[in-house]
């Protein structure tokens, strides 16, 4: 496992804080999303092309989901790299990849999304789950993703998102005061939980994320939103 790890203080922060919910992530994941999320981690894998014997990249990877779904697409003559900036994260990651009955041709990475230790033009589609969210400069980040894809190849980022229904963005906060965060609570993990609320807040919308892939260099940029608005992926292809 190779590291370029996060060097600013509010970086280290956020590494720290996915350090403590890792334990727990997966199952607070389940409560998140209603149970969705996996369904919307295999669309988000179909939408990013990768397709058998291809090199792709899953970036904050997390406990691995969608790094295992990569790897299963793209089979034994494939290679996937799961990225994340979390020891803990990638511990568990790898611990799942092992205990897979089938064969995943998977290399964990511990990086930082706005530094990514790759040259230019390396892979052949990238996915990303609940990442762009939380990084530090959103911009650079799909700068990097632009940077390390192949001329052609498809990023599919996967988020949660405020509704622009009101109906559905006052379900969504009572889910999260209600569910999610008393959940967490039930964890010793509450004011890691509460921040979802803000970070929702400052979460660009769609249009905006459309916006700021185009201007990182992306075409064919598309934000599709999924259940009632409360999560969506955002696809874009590097120019060939």
């Not at 611990?95 to 041709?105: D, F, G």
């Not at 762009?132 to 996967?158: C, F, Q, W």
Request: glycine fraction near 8%; aromatic fraction near 8%.
């Amino acid at each position: 496992m190779t590291s370029v790890l996060p060097s600013t203080p509010q970086a280290q922060e956020i590494q720290t804080l996915f350090n403590r919910i890792a334990p727990a992530y997966d199952r607070l994941n389940d409560w998140l999303s209603l149970g969705q999320h996996r369904i919307w981690k295999q669309m988000a894998v179909k939408w990013s092309g990768a397709a058998v014997g291809a090199v792709c990249l899953d970036l904050c990877c997390g406990s691995g989901d969608l790094s295992r779904l990569l790897a299963r697409q793209v089979g034994i003559t494939g290679q996937v790299y799961g990225v994340d900036f979390s020891a803990a994260q990638l511990a568990i990651a790898k611990q799942r990849a092992e205990q897979s009955v089938q064969p995943l041709a998977i290399t964990w990475v511990e990086a930082d999304a706005l530094n990514l230790p790759f040259g230019a033009n390396q892979f052949d589609a990238a996915t990303m789950g609940y990442g762009l969210r939380n990084v530090l400069d959103i911009p650079r980040s799909l700068n990097e993703l632009h940077r390390v894809l192949k001329p052609g190849a498809k990023a599919a980022i996967l988020d949660f998102h405020r509704p622009v229904n009101p109906a559905m963005w006052a379900f969504q906060q009572w889910y999260l005061d209600t569910i999610v965060v008393p959940a967490a609570e039930s964890l010793g993990l509450k004011e890691e939980y509460i921040y979802i609320s803000p970070s929702l807040d400052r979460f660009p919308s769609g249009t905006e994320q459309v916006d700021l892939a185009r201007q990182a260099g992306f075409v064919n940029v598309t934000h599709y939103p999924i259940a009632g608005g409360m999560m969506g992926v955002l696809v874009a292809q590097k120019p060939s």
